[in-house]
């Protein structure tokens, strides 16, 4: 009789120990895909500002920018950073509600007017606020890095016609 137990308990002892295998690897794969998820947000938060700072040393290499003017730009930048906070969160939360709407199963027109109406003052504050921060970046600048900026600007919009 203790032989016919070894013999029945090792197939047992296998599949039980499949059995967890299994759920721990779709356990691991589950908290990857969260993890993945934050990653994912997090590295592209990161490539933004990685993009922001190079957009500034090519603009200060393009047009010869002093110390002084490098200075100016940064904080006009922070500053405007500091203040859309507020905004970006409000965007932020737009989006997150733009997404379920169009996930939904059956797409909801009134729901999206109304939610796009909600938020368009916000749309509108963020969009002056940039301009507000291009043109303090602008002001910046001399008489002829103003004329450069204008001639980079205009080739760079060629290309993407």
Avoid at 6 to 35: C, E, G, H, R, Y
Wanted: charged residues 25%.
């Amino acid at each position: 009789m203790k032989q016919r137990f070894k013999m029945n308990f090792k197939p047992v002892a296998l599949m039980v120990t499949l059995l967890f295998s299994q759920i721990s690897v779709a356990q691991t794969f589950d908290d990857n895909a969260v993890l993945s998820s934050d990653n994912q947000t997090k590295h592209k938060y990161e490539m933004q500002q990685r993009d922001h700072g190079k957009q500034l040393r090519r603009m200060a290499k393009a047009l010869d920018l002093t110390d002084f003017q490098k200075e100016q730009i940064k904080a006009i930048k922070l500053s405007a950073k500091e203040q859309n906070q507020e905004l970006q969160a409000s965007l932020k939360q737009m989006k997150a509600e733009q997404k379920a709407l169009t996930h939904a199963d059956v797409f909801d027109e009134h729901a999206f007017t109304a939610l796009f109406n909600a938020y368009q003052p916000t749309a509108a504050q963020w969009a002056l606020s940039k301009a507000k921060t291009k043109h303090a970046i602008y002001s910046v600048l001399t008489a002829e890095q103003k004329e450069k900026w204008q001639k980079i600007k205009q080739n760079n919009t060629r290309g993407r016609k």
